[in-house]
């Protein structure tokens, strides 16, 4: 029996179907799905999902007559980067208190002037830990610039959050007293992340549902500072050393800040700016803008 196929361009891929209603999708060479590349990219962090967005993107305008005009992010697109760079400042933030109190002071991490109890009793924990806290600052402040710098060249908005610094920081000896995007002084830590998977009898992957126990219950429970509120958070060494536990369980192995936990109560203008951004950007994703760099406009 003969069949007639059908053939039929969609964005970023040939689907051909025949009269069974049996359909085959072939990517072309120079897309790549927008769902694959979230699932994939955003877990390696922010910054290595927008360098794979902006290489795709690159590769989308080479020999395409279907995508943007030739140069330009598609809006989708601007506005995942836009998210991408809000989540990089908002991650810097956090970090620059950080090296205020307890990092390496010198021009390459400009702001505070740094207080020697809190860096020494970081030196307890490790003694890299004020090179480790300046290193990952400055790496953080490089993500967003580099991420806006990119939108500029591609004119497109960049991403600019300094109305909303409007939380009070630490007065704390050392630190710049300017006021912050992300609260270090009223956390409530969720620490099952360190049991996730040393579980030898369930697995995250395996086990949605399944409730992992917290590393450090005590945490979990009202609200705790990682860093020196006043110069008293400094004088009693049994609490110093609490900060510290609280400070080193507020960042992930990785070098990630547990961010979410530092906006408080959600109920800030930075947390509804990030809120409205992250919807900005899945709204593009799934209100049919099909293949990233072969949308619509």
């Known amino acids: ?51 794979g967005l902006m290489v795709n993107n690159a590769n989308a305008d080479k020999g395409s007559d279907m995508g943007p005009e030739k140069g330009k992010l598609t809006p989708g697109d601007a506005d995942i980067l836009r998210f991408l760079a809000a989540a990089e400042i908002l991650e810097t933030d956090a970090w620059q208190q950080y090296n205020e109190l307890g990092g390496i002071q010198d021009s390459e991490v400009p702001g505070g ?10 030196a307890v924990l490790d003694s890299d830990m004020s090179q ?64 996730r998977y040393r579980s030898r009898a369930n697995n995250p992957d395996l086990d949605p549902n399944f409730t992992f126990p917290q590393a450090v219950p005590t945490l979990f429970t009202g609200e705790h500072t990682a860093i020196p509120r006043t110069d008293n958070d400094l004088n009693d060494p049994n609490f110093l050393q609490a900060i510290i536990k609280c400070q080193r369980l507020a960042v992930r192995p990785s070098g990630h ?41």
């Open 113 to 122: 002037s740094g207080s020697p109890a809190y860096a020494a009793a970081l």
């Open 257 to 297: 800040v547990a961010i979410p936990q530092c906006i408080p109560h959600r109920r800030t203008l930075v947390a509804k700016f990030a809120h409205l951004a992250l919807q900005t950007a899945l709204s593009s994703f799934m209100n049919g803008t099909g293949m990233v760099g072969h949308q619509s406009a």
């Open 132 to 195: 480790y806290i300046h290193d990952n600052t400055e790496d953080e402040f490089t993500h967003f610039t580099f991420l806006n710098a990119y939108l500029v060249s591609k004119g497109a908005k960049p991403v600019n959050l300094d109305q909303f610094r409007t939380l009070p920081g630490s007065t704390a000896t050392g630190s710049s007293g300017k006021p912050r995007l992300t609260n270090l002084m009223q956390l409530t830590l969720d620490t099952s992340w360190w049991t």
């Open 1 to 51: 029996m003969n069949e007639k196929n059908e053939t039929i361009e969609l964005r970023g891929s040939s689907l051909t179907r025949n009269k069974k209603e049996n359909a085959k999708i072939e990517p072309n060479g120079n897309s790549i799905s927008r769902r694959s590349f979230i699932n994939k990219g955003l877990a390696a962090g922010a910054g290595a999902a927008a360098m």
